[in-house]
């Protein structure tokens, strides 16, 4: 019981500093976006697309977050867009804290979108609000179809799934129509949407639903 209480008091603490990142975001009309994976669904190559495509019409900043390197940061910064990378040195998430702390490098008046790429992982994040307006989770074809019902909270927390890497589908053994299936038996409420950064396919509608959303 001790665990829990505990428990309580980390993730009490979390929300109280998410709540000041959300009221610091709205109040510079910055929308942000914390987008969460296991590792390997191409999390990082969707922010570049999402840059590409908006191509400077919408500022863009990116927090990325990893266990270890800033290999990310260096890809999304080649873009020239400005970006902090947090190493959480182990941490299997971003906690709001961690937000707050790297915001002092970015200059939110500037910037109409926040892309947060969290760490990898399909458990912890689901748990932490980091004061974003939409947590997106996005799971590739490779994975198979069966990851919203093995992992739950992170798709009921979720408002879009993004299932990537769509091209690959001739040659892996993923049930499209069921990972569609199982995802909104968790929560029907989710917005699917399919995309390739390979081939390009979905991106548009990708960043057109991001671009309504603002």
Same mark, same amino acid.
């Given at each position: 019981?001790?665990?829990?209480?505990?428990?309580?008091?980390?993730?009490?603490?979390?929300?109280?500093?998410?709540?000041?990142?959300?009221?610091?975001?709205? &109040? $510079?009309?910055?929308?942000?976006?914390?987008?969460? #994976? $296991?590792?390997?669904?191409?999390?990082? #190559?969707?922010?570049?697309?999402?840059?590409? *495509?908006?191509?400077?019409?919408? @500022?863009?900043?990116?927090?990325?977050?990893?266990?270890?390197?800033?290999? &990310?940061?260096?890809?999304?910064?080649?873009? @020239?867009?400005?970006?902090?990378?947090?190493?959480? @040195?182990?941490?299997? *998430?971003? !906690?709001?804290?961690?937000?707050?702390? #790297?915001?002092?490098?970015?200059?939110?008046?500037?910037?109409?979108?926040?892309?947060?790429?969290?760490?990898?992982?399909?458990?912890?994040?689901?748990?932490?609000?980091?004061?974003? &307006?939409?947590?997106?989770?996005?799971?590739?074809?490779?994975?198979?179809? &069966?990851?919203?019902?093995?992992?739950?909270?992170?798709?009921? @927390?979720?408002?879009?799934?993004?299932?990537?890497?769509?091209?690959?589908?001739?040659?892996?053994?993923?049930?499209?129509?069921?990972?569609?299936?199982?995802?909104?038996?968790?929560?029907?409420?989710?917005?699917?949407?399919?995309? $390739?950064?390979?081939?390009?396919?979905?991106?548009?509608?990708?960043?057109?639903?991001? !671009?309504?959303?603002?």
């Amino acid at each position: 019981m001790e665990i829990i209480k505990i428990e309580r008091k980390v993730l009490a603490k979390n929300d109280a500093i998410a709540s000041e990142n959300r009221k610091l975001f709205t &109040d $510079s009309g910055v929308f942000t976006v914390n987008m969460v #994976s $296991s590792p390997g669904s191409g999390k990082t #190559s969707l922010v570049e697309r999402i840059i590409q *495509h908006f191509g400077g019409r919408l @500022n863009i900043s990116v927090i990325e977050g990893d266990v270890q390197t800033d290999l &990310d940061a260096q890809r999304v910064g080649a873009y @020239n867009v400005p970006v902090v990378q947090i190493i959480t @040195n182990g941490g299997c *998430h971003l !906690e709001a804290n961690l937000v707050k702390d #790297s915001l002092s490098a970015l200059d939110l008046v500037k910037t109409d979108l926040l892309i947060i790429e969290n760490v990898g992982n399909l458990v912890c994040p689901a748990g932490y609000d980091l004061g974003e &307006d939409m947590k997106m989770v996005v799971i590739s074809v490779t994975e198979g179809d &069966d990851k919203p019902l093995k992992y739950p909270k992170m798709f009921m @927390n979720s408002k879009v799934l993004v299932i990537n890497k769509v091209d690959l589908l001739p040659y892996v053994n993923c049930n499209i129509a069921g990972l569609k299936e199982n995802a909104l038996k968790v929560n029907p409420d989710l917005v699917i949407l399919e995309t $390739s950064c390979t081939s390009g396919a979905g991106i548009n509608e990708l960043c057109d639903f991001i !671009e309504k959303s603002i």
